[in-house]
């Protein structure tokens, strides 16, 4: 397995990719907008998310051609990747959603652990587009908690206060 490291800075939206100190990649999410590109080794894809309450993304690639899907789940912990007519699945490891790993019935496996600006992936896959997708649904994920948490704590306010 090799592994990844990706780091985020506080004021940016874009995920940056190292191996052996060089940058591969970055995965930068533009914002007030539905879109996020990605790129790697090269390589460039683009996501396009779409839903408010069944949230779902489209993946395409360089020539805007549609190459995969993602599906997520209600409860933030899962989500399915259709992915060149291939199914891969995601999901948290952790309590406290610190890890997470992704993999497909070929035995090809991601496996992430990160804090709030860096984490390592480790990995035996050789596409670029599934650790890409595998961090745009951590983004994706860690995007969503303060408005979901503010969902939750804002009823709780009125009560008690």
Same mark, same amino acid.
């Given at each position: 397995?090799?592994?990844?490291?990706? +780091?985020?800075?506080? /004021?940016?939206?874009?995920?940056?990719?190292?191996?052996?100190?060089?940058?591969?990649?970055?995965?930068?999410? !533009?914002?007030? =907008?539905?879109?996020?590109?990605?790129?790697?080794?090269?390589? +460039?894809?683009?996501?396009?998310?779409?839903? /408010?309450?069944? *949230?779902?993304?489209?993946?395409?690639?360089?020539?805007?051609?549609?190459?995969?899907?993602?599906? #997520?789940?209600?409860?933030? *912990?899962?989500?399915?990747? !259709?992915?060149?007519?291939?199914?891969?699945?995601? *999901?948290?490891?952790?309590?406290?959603?610190?890890?997470?790993?992704?993999?497909?019935?070929?035995?090809?496996?991601?496996?992430?652990?990160?804090?709030?600006?860096?984490?390592?992936?480790?990995?035996?896959?050789?596409?670029?587009? =599934?650790?890409?997708?595998?961090?745009?649904?951590?983004? !994706?994920? *860690?995007?969503?908690?303060?408005?979901?948490?503010?969902?939750?704590?804002?009823?709780?306010?009125?009560?008690? #206060?």
């Amino acid at each position: 397995m090799k592994t990844l490291i990706w +780091k985020k800075s506080i /004021f940016t939206n874009t995920y940056k990719i190292y191996s052996e100190s060089k940058e591969i990649g970055q995965l930068t999410k !533009h914002k007030f =907008s539905a879109w996020s590109e990605a790129e790697m080794n090269g390589k +460039k894809f683009k996501y396009y998310s779409k839903g /408010f309450f069944k *949230r779902s993304s489209e993946i395409y690639d360089e020539s805007d051609v549609k190459i995969g899907d993602i599906k #997520f789940t209600a409860w933030k *912990r899962k989500a399915e990747i !259709h992915l060149n007519s291939n199914y891969q699945y995601w *999901r948290y490891n952790t309590l406290f959603n610190t890890k997470w790993v992704m993999q497909n019935d070929k035995q090809i496996q991601i496996n992430s652990s990160a804090n709030t600006f860096s984490g390592s992936i480790e990995t035996n896959a050789e596409d670029e587009i =599934s650790i890409l997708t595998g961090l745009f649904v951590t983004n !994706h994920y *860690r995007e969503n908690i303060i408005p979901v948490g503010l969902a939750v704590l804002a009823p709780l306010c009125l009560i008690i #206060f």
